[in-house]
């Protein structure tokens, strides 16, 4: 008994190319999509990197700027004694003033950056305090000093250049 089968061996290049090309081409744009986001991403982030445009108020301003935030800082401080703050509401409001401190006071918006962002601006007391503030102020169980904090943000603030 002998089988026949009905498929036979085509030549190779009996086969339609399109679909071929149709596969390269769409090969190819993904790899020029990838490559331009990937070097936009490296750009932005090496002009980042570098830093940004730091504007600096006359030397007359930062007094004034300093003695606004410093008021602030001891609100805080009287609503902390007072037991009227959580502490995390607290840790909350000392990032919030610390960072507009920054804004004011060298003209970059730091209010909205993640701690990644604002390590690249190479500012240490800034970075130090924002890093110390992220864990109570960001976990529901608020675990941290903040009167000590609010001493270190002050100390910033008054040595602040």
């Known amino acids: 008994m002998e089988v026949e089968f009905s498929v036979g061996l ?10 071929f090309l149709i596969a390269v081409v769409v090969m190819a744009g993904a790899a020029f999509l990838f ?6 991403y490296r750009l932005l982030r090496a002009r980042y990197a570098q830093g940004r445009q730091v504007v600096k108020p006359p030397k007359v301003v930062l007094p004034v ?5 410093r008021r602030q800082l001891f609100r805080l401080q009287s609503a902390m004694q007072t037991e009227s ?3 995390r509401v607290a840790y909350q409001e000392l990032s919030r003033i610390v960072r507009a401190f920054v804004h004011e006071a060298t003209g970059l918006d730091v209010r909205n950056e993640t701690l990644s ?3 690249l601006l190479h500012i240490p007391g800034l970075s130090a305090l ?3 503030y992220y864990g109570p102020e960001f976990s529901a169980y608020g675990a941290g000093n903040p009167a000590e904090a609010c001493a270190r943000t002050a100390q910033v603030i008054d040595t602040w250049r």
């Open 130 to 132: 924002v890093k110390e």
């Open 65 to 69: 700027i300093r003695h606004k935030y």
């Open 117 to 119: 962002e604002i390590e």
């Open 10 to 19: 085509h030549d190779p290049f009996s086969y339609s190319l399109i679909y």
């Open 85 to 87: 703050v959580e502490t």
């Open 35 to 40: 490559s331009m986001f990937y070097w936009r």
